[in-house]
């Protein structure tokens, strides 16, 4: 009785990881947003109000810049729970050299992209471990770092925003052994994903080629088999209210918000049941190859296209070598759009 306690026990704090994720960003979003104008305006704290916004713009340009990363957090128990729920898997094919840094873009997006959170946000996959020296540095929306509170929490884990500015200052500034994780098919991606499925959007994203032409990062193919097989996305039949009202809140989210509004749902607080937890599906993150780039400071679009095409058919084989071992079938293909 006890040995199924704590098996009960285990089972609960990872659902519990998993489940505090994103209302956890919520709460720490919503405590600045309302309680910093409403100190402002209607109560004697005022002055704490003054320091939280005089703070905010002295410190403003810190996530584009050097960040402020913490080894605690991005070790706290709460991920290793996190990544066992899963479990999420990091697993690499060659080693990274702490001479370069690099450009490591993975696929696909998912709809909340579990697999490259867990494995390059927190050390719960041990990435420092599998490869050591590199300091990796997920990049995501900026305006997540216009809210107090939140930009902390975020940078405390190396997150930094997928901006240009930020982007080029972490390789070229920072010496070398510096990784950006770039999760390249955004919002548009993660209204297509589902289980089975292997497509993602990759031909009308070619700015991250010209990062690397620019800074002369090596670019690294990487792929999160498993991430799309955590919920099942619903679209509605067409002509209906429903598919009606879906449409344009996804145009409205990701015309404003940069945001994927998806219909989905996964398991319940139980196995087994409905909710919106994701299912205990794997993720095994294969980290590929390194592809040297020159450093061109004006590329051409005919060296960006040249770059670009090595770099799909590094990707094409990477998912190739490892489809069949991952939950594909040997005559499944990379569709890329």
Partial sequence: MAFFSRLDLQEGLRTLSVLQW??????????????????????????????????????????????????????????KYFQSYFPVKLVKTHDL????????????????SYGAFINFATEATGFSRIFPSITPFLATLEGIFWIPIVRDYVMSMGICPVSELALKHKLTQKGSGNAVIIVVGGASEALICRPGISTIY???????????????????PSYSFGENDVFNQETFPEGTWLRFFQKNFQKIGKKILGLSFCTFHGRGLTRGSWGFLPFNHPITTIVGKPLPVPKIYNPDKETVAKYFDLYVSALRKLFDQHKAKYGFSETQELTIE
């Avoid at 709460?27 to 916004?53: A, N, R």
């Fill in 97 to 112: 050299s702490p001479k370069h840094n690099y450009i490591i873009v993975t696929h696909p997006h998912g709809i909340l």
């Fill in 202 to 220: 990759l031909k009308n994203h070619k700015g991250f080629v010209k990062l690397a032409l620019k800074t002369g990062a090596y670019l690294v």
């Fill in 22 to 79: 994103v209302p956890v960003y919520v709460i720490l979003g919503v405590i600045p947003i309302f309680g910093i104008p409403y100190c402002l305006l209607f109560s004697s704290l005022w002055p704490l109000s003054v320091l939280s916004l005089i703070w905010l713009a002295c410190d403003w340009n810190t996530h584009s810049q050097d960040g402020r990363r913490s080894a605690w957090v991005r070790n706290w128990t709460l991920w």
